[in-house]
């Protein structure tokens, strides 16, 4: 066993009985690498990667390869999902260096933590113009000799470039930008299967969040589209729900077979949107189906939702996804709904009676089960507490809304220290280290919807404690924005920004998001205008790529929109209550009360001891209504 035998992260975990002299992450290798002069080798990869299980099985496993890492280098694995903080590093020295990034991430760093060369994959012998992995080994190894001066200049210049920070916009922040980012979006649109770009198809739940907010016949036909594609089976799994990672295919069809919270958390909540949008009865179905998965499958003993499924059963990739025409004839399953994968097995695609998909999957779980890892991460449970708690609320689901409702206590217990400092993950009682701003955010977020969903105020108070200690951790005064790692951090790493919204809202997206929320709830302007200072980082790559930032343009449109409040004072549950809630409308704060500490609710009470509802704007409230008829229930967005 190597040095990763003690870590928390089933990936790590993965690799400890590898012949590689590993090293975790941390000061240990890097005063080894100093000691001996020796360049690292750092390799980042996930548990549920399938080329990160090919690599491991060529290379880390052989004993030759390990040899010669073991001679030439100090090697350290990462699990990137415990540390995005490096993959976000090493990943952009990687796409800097090669044009393109993927895992596993193959960097090679100076003693000091500099990255100097870079890759993703590489095989055991050459191929397609690649080199073999030893041969890369031998060829490093040999310019660390004799071309130092060369590399360590190569080193500084990226780690100049890994350094620099995007500088904040003086262009005027309005509705044009959002003009100009859904023509952007449209000229990326395909319009055969819907998606945006040709294969492999990723699911995009933030720029379909956009089209739905835009709210217009060209924008809802994108969002139905492509809604419409990714559920016909496939990438969406039609037996047990949920979905996949994606699509090496246009048409949906041929996943890659892993299956990670993040992405069904954000896509259940795309698909209830627009379920309230359209009142389409299959997207209600989609997103009963993915959460009843994710309670199903990824629910862990103790509290939260694990990381994800992986691709492969056994080293096949897809086995327990897929049938064999004999096997579906057994199951009665009929072959018209098979669609070819590989090595004589399908895919399933298509409507299935309810009936018959109970059986199947029965006979589906009785076969070998690809690994889960089961890592709670504090960022993709507050996204699925936040689709949880909604989808909860609106589909009158009680057994969602109590699995929110332990799910947050358990983000701020368990994944909570004394000081309230979130943990990044937790796996069988021990935690993997504090948060980045993305935990901060997403977890934020989702007790936001919580208490709406429930109108249990505790949860109010602790987004919004949340939300300003993420300000005070993450926060830039100078340029704006936020960091993704606290200041006093890994000295090691560079503090990057992560801006992106691929393929889930990033960090600084979703921290805008929640602070407009709680602006507005509680007249905060200087939560605004951190908000706003992330706008003004990101708005000239909105101009130019604004599928990748499609998140905050929902939090542009948020801050755009003249302002709007609901006020509940009583029961959530009360039929005017979910009479004013019910339209989609993504542009109005709510808060549920009452509670004089809110400034939203300052001073409203019950009306003849009946829940009322207060709808406001810049906290000037219409008066109170206490019966659905006297309510204006359209949405905030035209459709």
Not at 267 to 282: E, I, N, P, Q
Not at 408 to 433: A, E, H, K, N
Request: aromatic content about 10%; glycine content about 8%.
């Amino acid at each position: 066993m190597n040095r990763l035998a003690d870590a928390t992260s089933p990936y790590l975990l993965q690799h400890a009985a590898n012949p590689v002299d590993w090293y975790p992450w941390g000061e240990e290798a890097f005063a080894r690498a100093r000691a001996e002069d020796k360049p690292l080798l750092v390799s980042v990869g996930y548990s549920s990667c399938h080329w990160c299980h090919v690599m491991a099985h060529e290379s880390f496993e052989d004993e030759a390869t390990a040899e010669l890492m073991n001679e030439h280098f100090v090697n350290v694995k990462v699990d990137r999902e415990e540390r995005p903080d490096v993959d976000a590093v090493t990943m952009e020295a990687t796409v800097g260096l090669t044009g393109s990034g993927g895992w596993p991430t193959t960097v090679f760093m100076t003693p000091e933590g500099k990255p100097f060369y870079a890759g993703t994959y590489f095989p055991p012998e050459p191929r397609h113009g690649i080199p073999s992995f030893r041969d890369l080994l031998r060829a490093v190894a040999a310019a660390w000799r004799e071309r130092r001066e060369e590399i360590e200049a190569q080193a500084a210049r990226i780690d100049q470039a890994l350094r620099r920070q995007p500088t904040p916009s003086s262009e005027p922040l309005t509705a044009s930008l959002l003009e100009e980012a859904s023509r952007g979006i449209a000229r990326t649109f395909e319009p055969a299967y819907g998606g945006f770009g040709r294969a492999p198809k990723f699911p995009a739940a933030s720029t379909i969040e956009f089209l739905l907010r835009r709210g217009d016949e060209r924008s809802l036909a994108m969002a139905t589209k492509t809604l419409d594609g990714m559920a016909a089976g496939g990438m969406y799994d039609v037996v047990g729900g949920g979905f996949h990672r994606y699509s090496v295919d246009d048409r949906w069809l041929v996943p890659h077979f892993e299956k990670m919270l993040y992405d069904n958390a954000v896509l259940a909540s795309a698909y209830l949107h627009a379920w309230v949008v359209t009142k389409d009865a299959r997207y209600r179905r989609v997103v009963e189906e993915t959460l009843d998965y994710l309670i199903r499958e990824l629910t862990v003993v103790g509290g939260g939702f694990a990381s994800a499924q992986d691709a492969d059963t056994d080293g096949v990739e897809g086995l327990t996804f897929t049938w064999t025409p004999e096997e579906a004839d057994a199951v009665g399953l009929s072959r018209a709904l098979l669609e070819p994968f590989e090595h004589g097995r399908f895919v399933v695609r298509g409507e299935l009676e309810p009936a018959l998909r109970a059986r199947i999957l029965a006979e589906r779980s009785r076969r070998p089960q690809p690994f889960r890892d089961d890592k709670v991460v504090a960022s993709w449970n507050g996204l699925a507490l936040a689709a949880l708690a909604e989808a909860g609320y609106r589909l009158e689901r009680d057994d969602w809304l109590d699995a929110a409702s332990a799910l947050g206590v358990f983000l701020l217990d368990v994944l909570s220290d004394s000081d309230g400092r979130v943990f990044r993950s937790v796996r069988d009682g021990r935690v993997s280290g504090h948060g980045f701003l993305d935990d901060y955010a997403n977890v934020a977020n989702g007790l936001i919807e919580l208490h709406v969903a429930t109108g249990e105020l505790r949860w109010l108070t602790e987004a919004r404690r949340l939300a300003l200690l993420a300000v005070e951790l993450f926060g830039d005064d100078e340029d704006g924005g936020f960091f993704l790692s606290e200041a006093n951090a890994d000295a090691g790493v560079p503090r990057t920004k992560d801006l992106q919204d691929t393929p889930m809202p990033s960090g600084n997206s979703m921290l805008a998001w929640v602070l407009l929320r709680l602006s507005r709830i509680y007249g905060d302007d200087e939560l605004e205008r951190r908000a706003v200072s992330t706008f003004r980082l990101v708005e000239p790559a909105l101009r130019r790529a604004p599928g990748a930032f499609a998140w905050t343009l929902c939090a542009l449109d948020l801050w755009l929109a003249p302002p709007r409040e609901i006020a509940v004072v009583g029961d959530v549950r009360a039929p005017v209550a979910r009479a004013a809630l019910a339209p989609f409308q993504p542009r109005t704060v709510v808060a549920v009360g009452p509670s004089d500490d809110v400034p939203l609710l300052a001073g409203k009470r019950l009306v003849d001891g009946r829940t009322a509802v207060y709808v406001c704007e810049r906290f000037a409230c219409r008066a109170p209504a206490t019966d659905p008829s006297e309510l204006d229930v359209s949405g905030d967005v035209e459709s």
